[in-house]
């Protein structure tokens, strides 16, 4: 991680939600090695315990499951003071068909609905960026409005991790918007770690030869955890507009700036995919609105 070189951060706050290993974790150690005071945001408080153990400089940890919004209102309500960086990096891929807590398919559940929510109740503290880890697996994603909850169709894992990802970056986008158009300082930006070790694949109880073939194609291109977290902490820490989606570089160097996918008209979808996670979470734009006009 060298040739990213990262701004002193003292005084800042930063919350990484999914901090307690991999990607997450090499985030959290660069940010609090900048001096910045780093909130683990972990599902599991005891494995986030021992994260923070390795990790120097102010550095907390506090439980959230973006899979239950009862947890995500808990954290929000007791998190003191004020939020100078969220990064929405927690996620999971693959596995079969479950739920979270409030009934929502998992992976859209807890890599989109999750940080939508979280993103709505800390955003009225939040003084300076807001980063959303994507995937370049958007390019093959599709969202199904009339079954984002995979309830009537039957489920494939590798399209519900790739609606989550486009859900993001979409979210990314009209975050941004928003945050624009209500005159806010603060910005979103987004950002795709490449394919790390540290999430191929979760497993499943039967593994197919095509999965097992598959993942073992896929482990000889990831890229490590530390390469991996380049992209977002350079979305989090550089000088970057708006609504930029970074990515690898290679090479080592920090990261890239990176294309999205060809569609419809991106504000209109991305329009559509806030009101819905609206209804759903409960959580809304808590700046003032009156400024966003209707598309």
Known sequence: MSRCSLADLTGRTAVV???????????????AERRARV????????????AAATLTGPV????????????????????PGSVDLLVNNAGLSLGPLSRTADGFELQFGTNHLGHFALTNLL??????????????????????????????????????YTQSKLANLLFAAELQRRLTRARSPVISTAAHPGIS?????????????????????????VQSAEE?????????????????????????AC????????GPPEHVTARRLWEVPEDLTGTRFPLDASAIPAL
């Open 255 to 262: 990261a890239a700036r990176r294309g999205r996918s060809d």
């Open 197 to 221: 070790s540290t999430n191929l694949m979760r497993a499943v109880r039967k593994p197919s030869l095509g999965f097992l073939v598959e993942k073992f194609l896929i482990g000889l291109i």
């Open 60 to 79: 907390q940890v506090r439980a959230l499951d973006l899979a239950d919004l009862s947890s995500l209102r808990a954290f929000a309500r007791h998190l």
């Open 123 to 160: 955003l009225p503290r939040i003084r300076e960026r807001v980063v959303t880890v994507a995937f370049l697996g958007h390019r093959i994603g599709s969202l199904d409005f009339t079954d984002l909850q995979w309830e009537r169709r039957p489920y494939r894992p590798n399209a519900a």
């Open 17 to 31: 939600t999914g901090a307690s290993s991999g990607i997450g974790l090499v985030t959290a150690r660069a940010l």
């Open 228 to 252: 991996s977290a380049l992209p977002t902490l350079n979305s989090a820490t550089a000088d970057l507009p708006g609504n930029s989606y970074v990515g690898p570089a290679g090479s080592g």
């Open 39 to 50: 909130v683990l945001a972990v599902r599991d408080p005891e494995k986030g315990e021992a």
